[in-house]
């Protein structure tokens, strides 16, 4: 009862936004993140590549998108900084330059997870 | 353990790490041996835990320059501190006068009455440099204000107000003023009855060097200030009414005595290291990373120019890349930890133009280095000349 509480309070701090993305029905907050990360497709986040000015996903952009996922599924969160480095091999520094939005409204939008809403 | 990682940290301004590991130690001792509720029974341990407290709340009226220990009210944190003042002093279809340079902990509170019509806010804005002119306080003073209510120092921009001026006006005015030094306590002097501030509001756990869970507010003797919060206080309890006696008016429910012992381990650290001798390193080393952060092309500093007094706290942002993403590559790349975002002072963000993404803010420390200011604008560097 009380998480169902928090969760409609977040839904409601960071807004809802239904869209068609690849021939299906995608929620997104506010920022642009997947509410469900289970509403992602690989075609969803080509398509959503392509608003965001990328014309194709490359190799590097496919191991990022699948080692975030991956690790979202397995571990119940996102990872860390550091785990995203050693994991894929490829620096942050690297990773943000391949993204046009960047780490967190690039690599993380893209991967469909939900928005990591850190403080700020 | 992730913590056991070699990080170079500088997020000081959020909370001071590591602690030194004396504190620790000492607090854990001392709450072994006298860990009971003091004052509130008539053994002797109980007897001598509140004798301690009382010994501490005399070394943290001298640390801040007051002259009644029992004006010295424990809370949780600056936060808590801060609530308990402010729904103490506030007087329905008053003014207060505070600055667009606050933390949300004075911010919203205080937007919380104005909202509900019980206030009416006066907010000064601050010059590029991040000071507040004490003429727009004076001018904001109107006869129904009920108290000034400003930060020592910008948790954004370092900057320390010319709060012994202010406090001058306030007095002659015969406004309350109050004073948030959770950024100076532990950095710089404190002298709240010399300088007219009427109380100030401390967190434990940032340059004092004690764990989270202890702040605290020391009381000038003029200041009386009402209880929002009732509860058991060891004294008195045939009566339902709470008690009007300090330092339990403002204190309901058992204190945090581990958090008390560890605020005076720290208290006792920094006299040992010498509080000037910690301030002026500090201030040396932002010096030296402000220098180094606005040689580097693409490298947005704030403020641009660093004045005296500042403590050692500073914004910066990377053109074209999202501070919270130039904070994950300093972390995960480069094993610098700072803190991206609005650091809770959205009306200063709003001001500098860096909202709503807000920038990275280097806190120092007392355990940074030289070298480790080199290793941060390396990174900086590399990170620049990426984009």
């Not at chain 2, 001598?48 to 320059?65: H, L």
């Not at chain 2, 764990?211 to 060891?234: K, N």
Request: proline fraction near 5%; hydrophobic fraction near 40%; charge should be negative.
């Amino acid at each position: 009862m009380e998480r169902t509480a928090q969760t409609s309070a977040a839904r409601q701090e960071l807004g809802e936004r239904v869209r068609q993305i690849a021939g299906r029905e995608i929620t997104f907050d506010g920022e642009g993140f997947f509410w469900d990360p289970h509403q992602w497709s690989e075609e969803a986040a080509m398509a959503l590549a392509e608003e965001a000015g990328l014309k194709a996903l490359g190799e590097s952009h496919w191991a990022i998108l699948r080692f975030l996922r991956e690790y979202y599924f397995q571990n119940g969160r996102s990872p860390l900084n550091r785990q995203i480095k050693e994991g894929t091999g490829i620096s942050l520094m690297e990773m943000e330059a391949l993204f046009p939005n960047g780490i967190k409204y690039g690599a993380r939008r893209l991967a469909g997870l939900p928005n990591p809403r850190n403080c700020i | 353990m992730a913590s056991l990682r070699k990080i170079i940290y500088l997020d000081n301004a959020a909370t001071t790490f590591p602690k030194p590991r004396e504190v620790l130690e000492e607090m854990v001792d001392v709450y072994a041996n006298l860990g009971v509720s003091p004052g509130r029974g008539s053994y002797d341990l109980s007897m001598e835990a509140e004798e301690r407290v009382m010994d501490i709340r005399r070394e943290v009226c001298q640390f801040f320059g007051g002259s009644d220990p029992e004006r010295v009210i424990f809370s949780y944190n600056a936060t808590d501190a801060l609530n308990t003042l402010i729904q103490g002093l506030i007087r329905p279809n008053s003014r207060v006068v505070s600055s667009r340079l606050e933390h949300n902990s004075v911010l919203r509170p205080l937007h919380y009455f104005s909202h509900q019509g019980i206030i009416r806010l006066d907010l000064i804005p601050f010059g590029a440099e991040g000071f507040v002119d004490p003429v727009a306080v004076a001018e904001a003073i109107r006869t129904d204000t009920s108290f000034v209510i400003l930060t020592h120092a910008s948790n954004v921009l370092g900057a320390v107000q010319p709060v012994e001026r202010i406090g001058a006006i306030c007095r002659e005015r015969g406004v309350p003023f109050v004073l948030d030094v959770t950024q100076t306590a532990g950095r710089l002097p404190i002298r709240l009855e010399e300088w007219g501030v009427s109380a100030i509001a401390f967190t434990g756990h940032k340059s004092l060097l004690g764990p989270t869970g202890i702040g605290g507010l020391v009381l000038s003797p003029g200041l009386d200030v009402e209880a929002t919060r009732f509860g058991g206080t060891g004294r008195d309890s045939l009566s339902l009414d709470h008690t009007r006696v300090y330092p339990q008016r403002l204190e309901p429910g058992t204190i945090n005595v581990a958090g008390i012992f560890g605020l005076s381990a720290g208290l006792r650290y920094i006299s040992r290291r010498g509080l000037e001798n910690i301030c002026s390193r500090e201030v040396d080393l932002a010096k030296r990373l402000h220098d180094g952060l606005t040689s580097i092309s693409g490298v947005r500093v704030y403020p641009a120019i660093l004045r005296d007094p500042s403590v050692a706290i500073m914004l910066c942002n990377v053109d074209g890349m999202d501070p919270e993403d130039l904070s994950s590559i300093l972390d995960g790349d480069f094993g610098i930890a700072a803190r991206a975002g609005l650091h809770c002072a959205p009306l200063v963000h709003e001001d500098l133009g860096t909202s709503p993404r807000g920038g990275v803010r280097f806190s120092l420390g007392p355990f940074n280095t030289d070298e480790d200011i080199d290793k941060v604008l390396e990174a900086m560097n590399t990170i620049s000349r990426s984009k």
